[in-house]
């Protein structure tokens, strides 16, 4: 499916919920994917990207925003503290920040460098062991402690089990966000992101739908 093909659902779900048109953010997951793939959905227009890793990040993304001006870069993944500072060089927007230590240090270098990447804080809804996140009852705490450090904070990220049915995740943390007066929300990936926008994504991270099935090797 095309990105053009997704872009067009997210637009018809937008409508389909009454919410304006454009009020959705489709992040092109581009995590492992072949370069010639990242390419034509550049070429078809498409200007937002997101990735898992610092490191492929850095090998993939500066010849092409050097190429395709405009091209914003979204971290999914989760973000070592030694990363850190070559995260926010690369991203405009984090969406993986999941502890006080890591908050910190985004701090730290904000104040160096007098800018920061917008950053999205990412819940454990699932309170799954192996998952990175904050939990759901941490929730106020983290964003007050967040706020305190000036840290420019969006909105909330989760990524629901996979066992488990998805709307009841992108509600609790839509429950969450808004009891923080907070925006944005991050959720909802190919096989789920219409049901996130119905339950108030503004961010949906597409990745196999758009590029086809990734190829770990």
């Not at 850190?84 to 890591?102: G, M, N, W, Y």
Request: aromatic share 6%.
């Amino acid at each position: 499916m095309s990105v053009s093909d997704i872009t067009a659902r997210v637009r018809a779900e937008e409508t389909r919920c009454g919410r304006p048109e454009g009020s959705v953010t489709l992040i092109a997951v581009s995590k492992v994917q072949p370069l010639d793939r990242v390419e034509a959905v550049l070429e078809a227009g498409h200007r937002v990207f997101g990735e898992n890793k610092v490191q492929e990040a850095q090998g993939k993304w500066p010849e092409f925003r050097a190429r395709f001006p405009g091209t914003e870069l979204h971290l999914l993944g989760p973000l070592q503290t030694n990363k850190a500072r070559a995260a926010v060089e690369l991203f405009d927007v984090i969406h993986s920040v999941d502890r006080e230590k890591l908050a910190r240090k985004l701090a730290d270098l904000a104040q160096e460098r007098g800018t920061s990447p917008n950053l999205f804080l990412q819940v454990n809804t699932g309170k799954e062991p192996q998952k990175a996140g904050i939990l759901p009852e941490e929730t106020d705490a983290f964003v007050d402690t967040c706020r305190a450090l000036d840290l420019p904070v969006l909105g909330l990220m989760c990524i629901p089990p996979v066992d488990e049915e998805p709307s009841l995740h992108f509600a609790l943390l839509a429950k969450l966000a808004a009891r923080n007066g907070l925006a944005g929300l991050s959720m909802g990936m190919s096989a789920d992101f219409e049901s996130a926008i119905a339950q108030g994504a503004t961010h949906v991270r597409v990745g196999s739908a758009i590029f086809g099935e990734r190829d770990y090797g």
